[in-house]
């Protein structure tokens, strides 16, 4: 159990780099140059949003190219690592999409979003109840990866609406690891951690990017 344990965090590991260096790299296109390719890209990724990984050609470039061999699946079936990539890759141009500020940034952990979210839009101090705390609990509690998607898709779309931003190279390996009985409450750990443990208020502003930037990406 020890060495398999050890080579999953090594993909996870690899998993996560190959993400973040994906998604720094459309994200320099579309808030730094304003890059018409960029653009296109994001847009056929957002379209790839619900299709399994490797099913739709206008992306594989973006979401498989370059995917390090020890990631890359070898059946008629996307390998957990291509999935979660994939996902993770299209969530990041749903985030991104019409937003001026960078929406993938380093340490910005799911609990830490969901937690300046709730601040941000009124939620209960004491944490125990409201919107948002219904969806991350379902979110933190489904059994399916695709009823996980369909929530997290939702809770994105609201950090985006905000102008707050997220990890994607951890969201990345969350998805990765979340389908896995024995590593799912790990996830669910970080989560939970990151949200009741974060205290926005006491860096003020500067917890989440500014919200009233955008632009046409």
Same mark, same amino acid.
């Given at each position: 159990?020890?060495?398999?344990?050890?080579?999953?965090?090594?993909?996870?590991?690899?998993?996560?780099?190959?993400?973040?260096?994906?998604?720094?790299?459309?994200?320099?296109?579309?808030?730094?140059?304003?890059?018409?390719?960029?653009?296109?890209?994001?847009?056929?990724?957002?379209?790839?949003?619900?299709?399994?990984?490797?099913?739709?050609?206008?992306?594989?470039?973006?979401? &498989?190219? /370059? *995917?390090?061999?020890? @990631?890359?699946?070898? #059946?008629?079936?996307?390998?957990?690592?291509?999935? =979660?990539?994939?996902?993770?890759?299209?969530?990041?141009?749903?985030?991104?999409?019409?937003?001026?500020?960078?929406?993938?940034?380093?340490?910005?952990?799911?609990?830490?979003?969901?937690?300046?979210?709730?601040?941000?839009?009124?939620?209960?101090?004491?944490?125990?109840?409201?919107?948002?705390?219904?969806?991350?609990?379902?979110?933190?509690?489904?059994?399916?990866?695709?009823?996980?998607?369909?929530? &997290?898709? /939702? *809770?994105?779309?609201? @950090?985006?609406?905000? #102008?707050?931003?997220?990890?994607?190279?951890?969201? =990345?390996?969350?998805?990765?690891?979340?389908?896995?009985?024995?590593?799912?409450?790990?996830?669910?750990?970080?989560?939970?951690?990151?949200?009741?443990?974060?205290?926005?208020?006491?860096?003020?502003?500067?917890?989440?990017?500014?919200?009233?930037?955008?632009?046409?990406?």
């Amino acid at each position: 159990m020890t060495g398999q344990t050890t080579s999953s965090t090594g993909k996870a590991t690899d998993l996560a780099r190959y993400v973040v260096g994906k998604t720094e790299r459309i994200q320099a296109g579309l808030v730094d140059q304003q890059s018409s390719a960029a653009k296109a890209t994001a847009a056929r990724l957002r379209r790839a949003l619900t299709r399994p990984a490797g099913s739709v050609p206008e992306v594989w470039e973006i979401t &498989l190219g /370059g *995917l390090p061999e020890n @990631l890359i699946g070898h #059946g008629d079936e996307p390998s957990p690592a291509e999935q =979660a990539a994939h996902t993770a890759l299209c969530l990041f141009a749903v985030h991104q999409q019409s937003r001026g500020e960078r929406m993938h940034q380093s340490g910005w952990g799911l609990g830490r979003s969901l937690r300046v979210l709730h601040q941000r839009t009124g939620g209960s101090d004491a944490l125990d109840s409201g919107p948002l705390i219904r969806r991350f609990n379902a979110l933190s509690t489904a059994d399916s990866l695709d009823e996980m998607f369909w929530h &997290l898709r /939702g *809770l994105i779309t609201q @950090l985006r609406a905000e #102008g707050i931003p997220l990890d994607y190279g951890r969201l =990345a390996r969350d998805l990765y690891s979340y389908p896995v009985p024995e590593y799912r409450d790990a996830v669910r750990l970080r989560w939970g951690r990151d949200f009741y443990t974060y205290c926005p208020e006491s860096t003020g502003t500067s917890d989440a990017t500014d919200t009233t930037t955008s632009s046409d990406n």
